[in-house]
């Protein structure tokens, strides 16, 4: 089993920037990628970012450019820089780690960007 506790949402003004991160505690060794998914209001969860254990990225297009995920794989932790934000960021983000063939996910942090 691998926990993921998720931390540094809240509220910003559109531009503003937050930094998120999550930190996975258990079964953490072999975890293949982690990464950021998120949900906003009457949407369907989506993916943000994920970084795989040799760093490799992948975003989603509407965040390129503004987010960047990283990883230590020392200290078992993912991030988040998200800058420029927009109202339409607004939701709650999810921590995942896959594990084996296994998502994990945390409970999510809320994420509010107002115009």
């Known amino acids: 089993q691998v926990q993921l506790v998720e931390s540094g949402g809240g509220l910003v003004q559109a531009g503003g920037s937050l930094r998120l991160s999550c930190a996975a505690s258990?079964?953490?060794?072999?975890?293949?990628?982690m990464g950021w998914y998120r949900q906003g209001p009457g949407k369907q969860r989506e993916l943000v970012a994920t970084?795989?254990?040799?760093?490799?990225?992948n975003y989603a297009d509407s965040v390129k450019g503004r987010f960047t995920i990283s990883r230590d794989n020392v200290r078992n932790t993912v991030s988040l820089q998200m800058n420029s934000l927009k109202p339409e960021d607004t939701a709650v983000y999810y921590c995942?780690?896959?594990?084996?063939?296994?998502?994990?996910w945390g409970k999510g942090t809320l994420v509010t960007v107002s115009s």
């Open positions: 995942s780690a896959e594990r084996g063939g296994v998502h994990y």
């Open positions: 258990g079964s953490t060794f072999s975890i293949n990628a």
């Open positions: 970084v795989t254990a040799r760093s490799s990225t």
